[in-house]
């Protein structure tokens, strides 16, 4: 329970069946080729996200690179080549010395690191809002509060029933993350994704870091926002996926402590837990639900949701204006199985 990666001791068939999709993928030529499939699918990003801000969907973009610290020469030299591998560009290795000259936040436990660039990061919260505004603005109804229960497809189109209403249309796509294997199943469609909680809390400090700063022995990420610095780190895989459990805040605070000064650790705010979308193979499910004419599937992006977001959102209007469908590698059908609803 205090470290980075949790599997939480309780029977879980949900559980059973992805961490046996995940050791399948579990090796050298299945992560080239999810990496490789990731890789073409974010090559457009930063173009997407700079269009968006022209529209005034603006997240304050940083875009001086991450800092990627550890706590050892051999560890930093040892992550340096895995980035080198997938051909991202970094920087030589830097020094302790070095490190806290460019990061005075950094006390002498960070002993090695170097700077990954062409790597951005925005704040999710003016972002989504700025979003929301924008699609408001062209006249899009948003219907907040609203927990979808259940979906139905009849040669009409789509009713989805929610705790305001029933909503009907054409078509729907199916982007509620983790929320997707239940809305899913009752439609029949059982998708293997999984609840892969993460937790943050924000804090002040003497020196705010001038970039995201990715701790990796310690697997802890520090992200400068407007109000604080946001502290996030943890896998947990709990079926709960909405249950907070405070040992994970704490072990993040222990796990930066050595690298950080001047951290107000005992006035955290913000203390927060979220379930991301995990798939076995590490690859959304962008497509067609399984079995559905007027049905589509935006989920499972793992970690990487904020990123791909505006990459799934062009391939799915392709999709939906009869373009070119998305790459075999983000299938829904792979993750799918059939499921039989309640009282069907």
């Not at 604080?228 to 079926?239: H, K, L, V, Y």
């Not at 209007?317 to 373009?323: R, S, V």
């Amino acid at each position: 329970p205090d470290r980075a990666l949790h599997i939480r001791p309780r029977p879980s068939a949900d559980l059973v069946r992805f961490l046996l999709g995940f050791a399948r993928h579990a090796n050298r030529r299945r992560y080239a080729e999810s990496a490789a499939a990731l890789a073409g699918l974010a090559a457009d990003t930063f173009p997407l996200f700079e269009e968006l801000a022209s529209l005034g969907v603006d997240g304050t973009a940083g875009k001086d690179g991450f800092l990627f610290v550890y706590g050892s020469a051999t560890s930093a030299r040892t992550s340096r080549e895995s980035f080198r591998r997938l051909g991202a560009p970094t920087e030589g290795i830097l020094g302790p010395a070095e490190l806290t000259d460019l990061e005075p936040c950094l006390t002498a436990g960070a002993q090695a690191g170097f700077v990954v660039g062409d790597q951005w990061w925005v704040d999710p919260n003016l972002f989504v809002d700025g979003l929301a505004a924008r699609l408001r603005g062209r006249g899009v109804e948003i219907i907040e509060g609203a927990r979808v229960t259940r979906a139905e497809e009849s040669a009409a189109g789509v009713r989805v029933h929610t705790s305001r209403g029933v909503v009907d249309g054409d078509v729907a796509v199916l982007a509620a993350g983790i929320w997707s294997r239940e809305i899913g199943r009752s439609l029949g469609v059982d998708l293997n994704i999984f609840p892969g909680k993460g937790y943050s809390f924000s804090v002040e400090m003497d020196q705010v870091p001038r970039r995201l700063i990715h701790l990796g022995d310690a697997h802890v990420v520090l992200t400068p926002l407007a109000k604080a610095t946001r502290i996030a780190g943890t896998m947990e895989f709990d079926r709960d996926h909405d249950r907070f459990d405070a040992r994970r805040v704490t072990a993040i605070a222990t796990a930066a402590r050595p690298y950080l000064r001047g951290v107000a650790w005992e006035n955290r705010t913000d203390e927060w837990t979220g379930a991301r979308p995990m798939t076995p193979d590490g690859l959304p499910a962008i497509g067609h639900l399984p079995g559905h004419r007027n049905i589509y599937v935006a989920s499972g992006h793992n970690m990487l949701g904020l990123t791909l977001g505006p990459a799934t959102g062009r391939l799915v209007t392709d999709l939906l204006t009869g373009g070119t469908a998305p790459a075999a590698a983000f299938d829904p059908a792979r993750i799918a199985r059939r499921h039989r609803p309640p009282g069907s």
